[in-house]
T-cell receptor, first 112, second 110 residues
Framework: RKEVEQDPGPFNVPEGATVAFNCTYSNSASQSFFWYRQDCRKEPKLLMSVYSSGNEDGRFTAQLNRASQYISLLIRDSKLSDSATYLCVARPNYSGTYKYIFGTGTRLKVLA | SQTIHQWPATLVQPVGSPLSLECTVEGTSNPNLYWYRQAAGRGLQLLFYSVGIGQISSEVPQNLSASRPQDRQFILSSKKLLLSDSGFYLC?????????FGPGTRLTVL
């Protein structure tokens, strides 16, 4: 089982739609979580850190459910420019670990 | 503010040739540094990470090596490239929480 799993998609949604991605993680030692956005042939860019209480940044909302070991990303009022691959990342916090565990990404296509 | 540089941006190399990719970070001290590879249509594969000068941890045994000669410099090398080394090479830095990526080097081995 992969440490971080995501539905690869693609999710094809019309402009203005709300879309949600889930990501599950298997390592209960994971304490920090992030969502990155990666455009085609570009580097991943940090979209949001995910806090235990959940957090919102404009049209984007991230939530963490430790009991069920999943993270979600909600995008409201989708724009064409939101089309990208969204990467879920977990970072274990036990001593001596400096690695980040990446999911393989979920592709989003926002259609006009 | 911090910035991360990688060069070259693109590279085409023949099989069996050597490789040297460089990454430098500005605006921070003692960062953790990382090399990842992303094959076409695939996820990120961690190759090496470093928590200090001269300290390298290898994640995947292969024909690549990494070095950190200075605090903010990270180099990825190979003596002889394989076809399977083609991919998008990304350098990243972190101070222990969020991680930030450089623009990447797209390597094609022919």
């Amino acid at each position: 089982r992969k440490e971080v799993e995501q539905d690869p998609g693609p999710f094809n949604v019309p402009e203005g739609a709300t879309v949600a991605f889930n990501c599950t993680y298997s390592n209960s030692a994971s304490q920090s979580f992030f969502w990155y956005r990666q455009d085609c042939r570009k580097e991943p860019k940090l979209l949001m850190s995910v806090y235990s209480s959940g957090n919102e940044d404009g049209r984007f909302t991230a939530q963490l459910n430790r009991a069920s070991q999943y993270i979600s990303l909600l995008i409201r009022d989708s724009k064409l420019s939101d089309s990208a691959t969204y990467l879920c990342v977990a970072r274990p916090n036990y001593s001596g670990t400096y690695k980040y565990i990446f999911g393989t990404g979920t592709r989003l296509k926002v259609l006009a | 503010s911090q910035t991360i540089h990688q060069w070259p941006a693109t590279l085409v190399q023949p099989v069996g040739s050597p490789l040297s990719l460089e990454c430098t970070v500005e605006g921070t001290s003692n960062p953790n540094l990382y090399w990842y590879r992303q094959a076409a249509g695939r996820g990120l594969q961690l190759l090496f990470y470093s928590v200090g000068i001269g300290q390298i941890s290898s994640e995947v045994p292969q024909n690549l090596s990494a070095s950190r000669p200075q605090d903010r410099q990270f180099i990825l090398s190979s003596k002889k490239l394989l076809l399977s080394d083609s991919g998008f090479y990304l350098c990243a830095w972190s101070l222990g929480y969020e991680q930030f990526f450089g623009p990447g080097t797209r390597l094609t081995v022919l």
